[in-house]
């Protein structure tokens, strides 16, 4: 992955994803994202969900003063003309019910089409969207696109009973531990699926989080964007100011960086 050559001038990129943070959970690296968020610039800063692990907190609050810094890095740089939006996740969907809200500078949005400085446009959204759709279906590159849809409309009404009725969530990370087959056939689903939807929706690209792997591969003639996550990869999505897109990661850049710090300070 690429680091420390992709910066702006400053440490400046034009936007930055983040999502899969997980704050309140204790296997967030918290500083590392402090790190990132305090050495870098950013027009658009886009928080892709599950960025408050809001399940993880109503087992058991979990609450350091790194946590606390991040959430008050993020709200200071909303304050100071980045431009924040808040896509929610499954791990804190409650946010999904103040779609289109304004939240401390920060626009809360469920998906969001996100144009880069070269004109395409790339649809923003968590990931889990597509869970029933990626767990249910053994093989999603061998069936139809008729299959698909209606898959995906039972999704959502699935989606919103068990929101409605307050069911826990159905585990990702669990279900991913379970077995490396599964997990290798659940992410190639997922790619698929994604990609599937944005074709649908007429869009140049996907950028997404939600299963922990940073990734950008072009699927079918759309750009698929993951932008990992903060508990074991801290990686990043940036956008560079000619609209390029790149994954930045950041354990790696840490100790390289120090120079561009204090250029950036
Ligand atoms: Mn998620």
Same mark, same amino acid.
């Given at each position: 992955?690429?680091?420390?050559?992709?910066?702006?001038?400053?440490?400046?990129?034009?936007?930055?994803?983040?999502?899969?943070?997980?704050?309140?959970?204790?296997?967030?690296?918290?500083?590392?994202?402090?790190?990132?968020?305090?050495?870098?610039?950013?027009?658009?800063?886009?928080?892709?969900?599950?960025?408050?692990?809001?399940?993880?907190?109503?087992?058991?609050?979990?609450?350091?003063?790194?946590?606390?810094?991040v959430?008050?890095?993020?709200?200071?740089?909303?304050?100071?003309?980045?431009?924040?939006?808040?896509?929610p996740?499954?791990?804190?969907?409650?946010?999904?019910?103040?779609d289109?809200?304004v939240?401390?500078?920060?626009?809360?949005?469920?998906?969001?089409?996100?144009?880069?400085?070269?004109?395409r446009?790339?649809?923003?959204l968590?990931g889990?969207?597509?869970?029933?759709?990626?767990?249910?279906?053994?093989?999603?590159?061998?069936?139809?696109?008729?299959?698909?849809?209606?898959?995906?409309?039972?999704?959502?009404? %699935?989606?919103y009973?068990?929101?409605? &009725?307050?069911?826990t969530? =159905? *585990?990702? $990370?669990?279900?991913?531990?379970?077995? !490396?087959?599964?997990a290798?056939?659940?992410?190639s689903?997922?790619?698929?699926?994604?990609?599937?939807?944005a074709?649908?929706?007429?869009?140049?690209g996907l950028?997404?989080g939600?299963?922990?792997?940073?990734?950008?591969?072009?699927?079918n003639?759309?750009?698929y964007?993951?932008s990992?996550?903060?508990?074991?990869?801290?990686?990043?999505l %940036?956008?560079l100011h000619?609209?390029? &897109?790149?994954?930045v990661? =950041? *354990?790696? $850049?840490q100790?390289?960086?120090?120079p !561009?710090?204090a250029v950036?300070a």
């Amino acid at each position: 992955m690429k680091t420390i050559h992709t910066l702006g001038p400053g440490g400046h990129y034009r936007s930055v994803w983040i999502s899969d943070v997980h704050l309140g959970f204790p296997g967030c690296r918290a500083e590392f994202l402090l790190d990132f968020l305090r050495s870098t610039r950013c027009d658009y800063l886009y928080l892709v969900g599950d960025i408050i692990d809001l399940w993880h907190m109503k087992k058991r609050l979990f609450w350091p003063q790194s946590h606390n810094n991040v959430l008050r890095t993020l709200l200071g740089k909303a304050k100071h003309g980045t431009r924040v939006v808040f896509v929610p996740g499954n791990h804190d969907e409650m946010f999904r019910d103040y779609d289109g809200m304004v939240l401390g500078n920060v626009l809360v949005k469920n998906e969001v089409i996100h144009v880069t400085a070269d004109g395409r446009r790339f649809l923003v959204l968590h990931g889990d969207q597509f869970d029933a759709v990626v767990k249910y279906s053994p093989s999603l590159a061998l069936i139809g696109t008729k299959v698909y849809d209606g898959l995906l409309r039972v999704n959502h009404v %699935v989606n919103y009973v068990r929101r409605r &009725l307050g069911f826990t969530y =159905w *585990s990702l $990370a669990g279900f991913m531990k379970h077995k !490396v087959k599964t997990a290798v056939q659940y992410m190639s689903n997922f790619q698929a699926a994604l990609s599937y939807e944005a074709a649908r929706r007429k869009v140049d690209g996907l950028i997404c989080g939600h299963i922990h792997r940073a990734e950008i591969t072009s699927i079918n003639g759309v750009l698929y964007c993951n932008s990992g996550d903060w508990v074991e990869s801290c990686t990043a999505l %940036v956008e560079l100011h000619d609209g390029s &897109l790149e994954l930045v990661h =950041w *354990s790696d $850049a840490q100790h390289s960086l120090k120079p !561009v710090q204090a250029v950036a300070a």
